[in-house]
């Protein structure tokens, strides 16, 4: 073997467990169960890193007979069936992988990285239950390893063990109590069991740690509207936006939550921001159009439905709205005008009927109103709503 060769095999063994030197069997001994790789003749450390880097080129086939040749060489070595699981896990043969695990926890039940591997196989497999005893082994190796815990957390939820799963995460806390995940996997479990109020104070603890903790700040918005604590739950998705101001979700639904509270204002400003970064859509524009009808600000309004209509002139929706907007303004004709581009075929086309027939009532032509309404009815005599359009037209004219 040349330096080379020797340096390459050396800096792939610094990416993969360390081992311990054993002395080579007999030809004639059986194969004696351990963790490290027996290394006699350099062979079988040869094939298992060769294996890795053929595995880490996507050659699997390759890493995969590679790495048979090395198990031929040492058939005992917990590692190299755990090494084999990983690959049979690559191509997606499960069972034979769970079998490699099988064999490496027998071999060697005190082996972390085969403990770990079986449980998440289990639990790929749906098989919690199983999945925990092996968590529960591999913590008991090995207990300064944060990932075990959160995996064991999360079968337990999955099997309904909260209990368990605060217990297992708050030993955790005990031994890394600046695990911001730790914190952060509390609070998921106690939202689990709707405690809402301890979910929050963990899901705080989470973000306190790592501030730019996003699926953390998220949770805790969401678990504070659940609470009722409105106001809480805007000041965190806007720190949320400090951390991602491009979380357009968040943004959406900052922008709800906004409406819902009666805070137009500060909807608008949000909206205003979309709309002219570029990304902002006709949906935008509509919300935009109707908080400016709401708040009076009737121009603007005109100017939101109006862009709208300019792209999609058959939004009749749009067009209603837009009629609604010139009517509150008190610009009748270009109410009467608008509402008189609603189609027949449209939903709302009997509502703009009423809608024009009452504004000839404002302009002081109720006979054009109720020539309008007379005409409706005499093509569509079953619609109710315009007997009481044209009567309520009759009375305000005194035509009891």
Known sequence: MTFRNFFVIVLVLAFVPSCATTTPPEVSAPPAPRTAINIAGSRTMYNYSLSRIHFLDGDIEGAMALLQAALEGDPGSAFLHTAKATILLKMNRIQDALNECETATSLDPKFFDAQLLYGNILTGLKKDKEAIEHYKKAIAIDPSKEEVYFHLAIAYVKTFEYEEAVATLKELIKISPDSSLGYYYLGKTYDQMKLFGEAIGYYKKAVELKPDFEQALIDLGVAQETQGLFDDAITTYKQLLEVNPFNN?????????????????????????????????????????????????YDEAIKEFSLILDQEPKSHQIRFYLASAYEDKNDYDHAIEEFGKIPPSAPNYYDALGHMAYLYLEKKEPEKGVALLRDAIAANPGRLDLYLHLSGIYETLGRY
């Not at 970064?277 to 600000?297: A, N, Q």
């Open 249 to 297: 979700n968040v943004i959406q639904h900052l922008i709800q939550l906004f409406i819902q509270q009666h805070r137009l204002e500060e909807a608008l400003a949000f909206l205003n921001m979309i709309a002219h970064s570029g990304v902002g859509t006709l949906d935008i524009h509509r919300k935009m159009g109707l908080i400016y009808l709401e708040l009076e600000r």
